[in-house]
């Protein structure tokens, strides 16, 4: 049965040609699952810095492309990629192993969390310490949007045009408190569809 997503490109294809790629199922695993241990609050940005910086699995340019079919698929955002990389790799075996490496450790963590939550639940400290927490991630999200800015010169829309969509889709959501699935599928929709005119010979 053929791998639900494409290969990854031999080691000599062009651009790509210095990336690295896991070494085998083990590998996603361990590699994931140190993902998924550094990930508390601002989860992308964990995700950009391992995945294009560290190990250099992909480009700035795939990893805005795979996000994007990440974010509209159902799920959380970064299982949706983990398994499509592992998928890339090593088929539906890779897949599970980069989806196992997301998952175990991190349920483990949180179930001990949970545990201590509901002894301090009530303390105002914690809730303070939380709210704290909440605006480091919000920091940490926005600051790797402004990183990966820059790969969206090679986008087909042309860096002013995906800046513009970014800037309506944050005043839906953030400015005009418009549901996300309205501002998702209606802003994607004209994306694709203006990606689709410029594409066309």
Same mark, same amino acid.
Request: charged residues 5%.
């Given at each position: 049965?053929?791998?639900?997503?494409?290969?990854?490109?031999?080691a000599g294809s062009g651009a790509t040609a210095a990336l690295a790629q896991p070494s085998s199922k083990?590998?996603?695993?361990?590699?994931?699952?140190?993902?998924?241990?550094?990930?508390?609050?601002?989860v992308l940005a964990v995700v950009q810095r391992e995945l294009v910086e560290k190990k250099r699995w992909m480009t700035r340019e795939e990893f805005i492309e795979e996000w994007a079919?990440?974010?509209?698929?159902?799920g959380p955002n970064v299982v949706n990629l983990s398994l499509m990389i592992g998928a890339r790799y090593f088929g539906l075996g890779g897949a599970?192993?980069?989806?196992?490496?997301?998952?175990? +450790?991190?349920?483990?963590? &949180? *179930? %001990?969390?949970? !545990?201590?939550?509901?002894?301090?639940?009530?303390?105002p400290r914690m809730a303070g310490a939380l709210r704290g927490m909440g605006a480091v991630a919000a920091g940490l999200i926005t600051a790797t949007?402004?990183?990966?800015?820059? +790969?969206?010169?090679?986008? &087909? *829309? %042309?860096?002013? !045009?995906?800046?513009?969509?970014?800037?309506l889709c944050f005043?839906?959501?953030?400015l005009l408190r418009w549901p996300l699935v309205y501002v998702l599928f209606g802003l994607g929709a004209v994306g694709c569809v203006l990606a689709y005119r410029k594409l066309k010979p």
């Open positions: 049965m053929p791998a639900p997503f494409p290969a990854a490109p031999p083990t590998d996603l695993f361990l590699s994931f699952t140190w993902l998924a241990l550094q990930g508390f609050g601002g079919v990440a974010q509209i698929m159902p599970m192993a980069a989806l196992a490496g997301m998952l175990v +450790a991190p349920m483990v963590v &949180v *179930l %001990g969390l949970a !545990l201590v939550y509901t002894q301090f639940a009530a303390d949007g402004l990183k990966l800015i820059p +790969a969206l010169q090679a986008n &087909v *829309l %042309g860096h002013g !045009l995906c800046i513009a969509l970014g800037l005043a839906g959501i953030a």
